[in-house]
Structures are given as C-alpha cells and as structure tokens.
C-alpha cells in the first residue's frame, strides 16, 4: 500500500486552502479600500450626546461644518441627550459600521464604567476612537466676595467651617469627582450640591450661594476676566496659557489631579479601519488647522487632534485613572 498519496494529497489541499485564504483576504482589503475611497458616500451625522448650546455641542458644529467643506458632503449635528450622556453614546455605538454615524464625546464616556453598575454598550468593544479633539481645563474657583485666595485658605476655610457647600455642574461629572478628591486629600468635610450644568452652577457661584466649585475654564472663563469669579487652581499636568499665573493642583501638592476632561470622536467599533483613518487624518488636520485652533480656543479648549492610535492609548490610560478617583472617593452614578 502506499502511504505517501494521502500526504500529497494533504498538502494539496492545505496549499489549495491557503490560496483562498490569501486571495479572501485579498478580496477583503480590496473591498475595504474601495469603500474608504468611495467614502463618505452620504450624509454624515456626528451625534451629541448633550443638549444643544453646550461647549460639546458648538464644537461639533465647527468640526462638522469645516469637514463638510472639505468634503464637499453634508454634515449635520444631532443632539441625543439624556442619561448623562448615555442615550447618545449609545445611539452610535449601534449604529451602522460605515462612518456615516459619529459621536462627539466627553470624558465621561470613560467614566461611566467605573460609575454605572450596567451600561448598554461597552466603550471598547462597542466604539472606536477616531482622534481627540481637545482637553477641557477644570479651574477651581470662589466668588468674589469670599476672602479666600488660595487652595490652602479654601482648605482651611473648610476645616474651620464644616459642611459648607461646595457646587459641581453634575452627579458623578468630572467637577463632582475633583470635589470629592480634594475633600479626602484635604481631609475636608463640604456639603455637595449637584447643579444640571454649568450654567446654573456658575448663577449660584455668583450669588455666593455655594463656597466654590470645579468649573470648567469654558464656562468659568468670563467671569473670571470680569473679576467675579476668582480661580484658585487648575486640574491637569500642567498651567493653561488662558490663565498663567494659576498653579495646577499638583503643584500646591494635590496629588490625583493631572487627570483632565477631554472631547472626542468615536465611530462603532466595526467601522472599516481605512474608513477610521480617513475621517481621523482629516479631523486632526481640521483640528491643526488655524481656523480649527482659533475655533477651540475661544471656548477655552486646548486642541489635541492626533491619531486614532494616540486616542486609544489616552482612553485606556484614563479608563484606569479615572477608576482609581471612582475608588478612592465612592462616588455613584445614577
């Protein structure tokens, strides 16, 4: 008997399999890159997670109006609020895979794992990133008609007031996080006071109804130049060019504060690779852009732009930051 033909035939058709494996795959990127050539094929929707009017919603329609020049297609805004943001996270998480629909997100995307005991979607197995935009400066700041002028003197103020209120434009925000980890570094005891934004956070600041807050610097940012509200110190690695003379927290030894807000873009995560390349080269560009730059300042914001790569790393950096501040505070989502 001969051993050796079922061998031949063995290889024969591993060879034959391999073939069409390669020529699959083949056929796969082929069809990938024609379909990022032909894209955007149709109008495309960046999708707002929050109500019209807010930092987010103005720089979607900027970076929605200068893609749609570029590309010479229709882009429209639609704001899908509710959940704190939930609802429209969700919204394009399961939409078509086809960078058609793209959500223009916060911080709070990232947040929300280690705050929500069950979301409908999973950040990284549902969305893919596609560029930072921005970060968004939290400024700590009082009123005008507090003596305070300082994170020592607010902390001691604290210390010898207990229970004082300090506001923050939400439950479970970024600003609610920064409050709660400054009254355990601190060793602090203030009452929180949750407003529904920034807006009416920042009326009651005014009117010295509450002791301070973490603002962030797009909403604080006039009333700071007017003199009425009075910044203490900021959040981040590092001082922001709007406002230089303001130390950061770490430096006045507050440690857990280099963690900073951030906007950015998602598409669902089964979105052809070379379709995410394209939206993201071209978003980063606009962002970089001078027109993009002078567009993202004037609310405050610092641009970022960069790769879908560089995003992916910052939201799984953060993911683990952000979970340790969860952690250390007990902070609760709803």
């Given at each position: 008997?001969?051993?050796h033909l079922?061998?031949?035939?063995?290889?024969?058709?591993?060879a034959?399999?391999?073939l069409?494996?390669?020529?699959v795959t083949?056929l796969c990127a082929s069809s990938h890159q024609?379909?990022?050539d032909?894209y955007?094929?149709r109008r495309?929707t960046?999708v707002?997670?929050?109500?019209a009017?807010?930092a987010?919603d103005?720089?979607a329609?900027l970076?929605?109006?200068k893609?749609?020049?570029s590309?010479?297609?229709?882009?429209?805004?639609?704001n899908k609020s509710g959940?704190?943001?939930?609802?429209?996270n969700?919204n394009?998480?399961?939409?078509?895979?086809?960078?058609?629909?793209?959500l223009?997100?916060i911080?709070?995307?990232?947040?929300a794992?280690?705050l929500?005991?069950?979301?409908?979607?999973?950040v990284?197995?549902?969305l893919?990133p596609v560029?930072?935009i921005?970060?968004?400066?939290?400024?700590l700041?009082?009123?005008?008609?507090?003596?305070i002028?300082?994170?020592?003197?607010?902390?001691d103020?604290?210390k010898a007031n207990?229970?004082k209120?300090?506001?923050?434009?939400?439950?479970a925000t970024?600003?609610?996080?920064?409050?709660?980890?400054?009254?355990?570094?601190?060793?602090?005891?203030?009452?929180?006071?949750p407003?529904r934004?920034?807006?009416?956070?920042?009326?009651d600041?005014?009117?010295?109804?509450?002791?301070?807050a973490?603002?962030?610097?797009?909403?604080?940012?006039?009333q700071i130049?007017?003199?009425k509200?009075?910044?203490?110190?900021?959040g981040?690695?590092?001082r922001r060019t709007?406002l230089?003379?303001?130390?950061?927290?770490?430096?006045l030894?507050?440690?857990g504060?280099?963690?900073?807000?951030?906007?950015?873009?998602?598409?669902?995560?089964a979105t052809p690779?070379?379709?995410v390349?394209?939206l993201?080269d071209?978003l980063a560009?606009?962002i970089?852009?001078?027109?993009?730059?002078?567009?993202?300042?004037?609310l405050?914001?610092?641009?970022?732009g960069g790769?879908?790569?560089?995003?992916?790393?910052?939201?799984?950096r953060?993911?683990?930051r952000?979970?340790e501040?969860v952690?250390?505070?007990?902070?609760k989502?709803?």
């Amino acid at each position: 008997m001969n051993y050796h033909l079922p061998v031949r035939a063995l290889r024969a058709a591993t060879a034959a399999a391999l073939l069409a494996s390669i020529a699959v795959t083949a056929l796969c990127a082929s069809s990938h890159q024609a379909s990022a050539d032909s894209y955007p094929s149709r109008r495309i929707t960046f999708v707002v997670p929050y109500p019209a009017g807010g930092a987010t919603d103005v720089l979607a329609r900027l970076l929605a109006n200068k893609l749609s020049e570029s590309w010479k297609q229709a882009v429209v805004v639609e704001n899908k609020s509710g959940g704190g943001g939930v609802v429209g996270n969700d919204n394009v998480a399961k939409a078509q895979p086809d960078g058609h629909t793209v959500l223009v997100g916060i911080t709070q995307i990232i947040q929300a794992p280690s705050l929500v005991a069950k979301l409908p979607y999973d950040v990284f197995k549902d969305l893919a990133p596609v560029t930072q935009i921005s970060l968004s400066t939290i400024v700590l700041v009082v009123p005008e008609q507090q003596p305070i002028k300082s994170v020592k003197e607010l902390v001691d103020y604290a210390k010898a007031n207990p229970g004082k209120p300090y506001g923050t434009f939400g439950n479970a925000t970024t600003s609610h996080l920064y409050g709660e980890l400054l009254k355990k570094v601190a060793d602090v005891d203030m009452t929180h006071v949750p407003y529904r934004g920034s807006a009416p956070l920042t009326n009651d600041l005014l009117a010295n109804t509450v002791t301070s807050a973490f603002v962030d610097l797009t909403t604080a940012s006039p009333q700071i130049k007017a003199g009425k509200l009075r910044p203490l110190a900021v959040g981040g690695e590092k001082r922001r060019t709007a406002l230089p003379d303001v130390p950061t927290m770490a430096e006045l030894g507050y440690p857990g504060f280099e963690i900073e807000g951030w906007l950015g873009v998602f598409v669902p995560a089964a979105t052809p690779k070379e379709i995410v390349k394209k939206l993201s080269d071209e978003l980063a560009r606009i962002i970089a852009s001078p027109e993009g730059v002078a567009g993202i300042e004037t609310l405050s914001l610092v641009p970022v732009g960069g790769s879908a790569e560089t995003f992916e790393k910052v939201l799984r950096r953060d993911y683990e930051r952000w979970a340790e501040v969860v952690k250390a505070t007990g902070v609760k989502g709803e």
